[in-house]
Nanobody, 115 residues
Framework: QVQLVESGGGLVQPGESLRLSCTGS????????LYWYRQAPGKERHMVAL???????NYVDSVKGRFSIARDNAKNTLYLQMNNLKAEDTAVYYC?????????WGQGIQVTVSA
């Protein structure tokens, strides 16, 4: 059974940082593209960042220069370093991947940015 488990969320003030982690079990990350998504209250879920198996990276424009995605294949873990957080970054954050068997999502973790 494949499981993706996020950690590292919480409540921070504007300008502060958080690092999210997503650890997979029942699946091997090293050949897969890995994604972070987020869903703000009342809005649709959308992609924030992705990293391919080759290490190619893309970000949504709103987080460029502030967020950094990384992977540690030895730990089967995906990271999202979030710096200079803003109120508009408040959302539930999800990791996602897929392989030949299907698509997999984490359970989501809350990030709240508030003064």
């Amino acid at each position: 059974q494949v499981q993706l488990v996020e950690s590292g969320g919480g409540l921070v003030q504007p300008g502060e940082s958080l690092r999210l982690s997503c650890t997979g079990s029942g699946i091997i990350f090293d050949r897969l593209s890995l994604y972070w998504y987020r869903q703000a209250p009342g809005k649709e879920r959308h992609m924030v960042a992705l990293i391919t198996a080759a290490g190619n990276i893309n970000y949504v424009d709103s987080v460029k220069g502030r967020f950094s995605i990384a992977r540690d294949n030895a730990k089967n873990t995906l990271y999202l370093q979030m710096n200079n957080l803003k109120a508009e970054d408040t959302a539930v954050y999800y990791c996602r991947t897929f392989d030949m068997r299907g698509e997999y999502w984490g359970q989501g973790i809350q990030v709240t940015v508030s003064a």
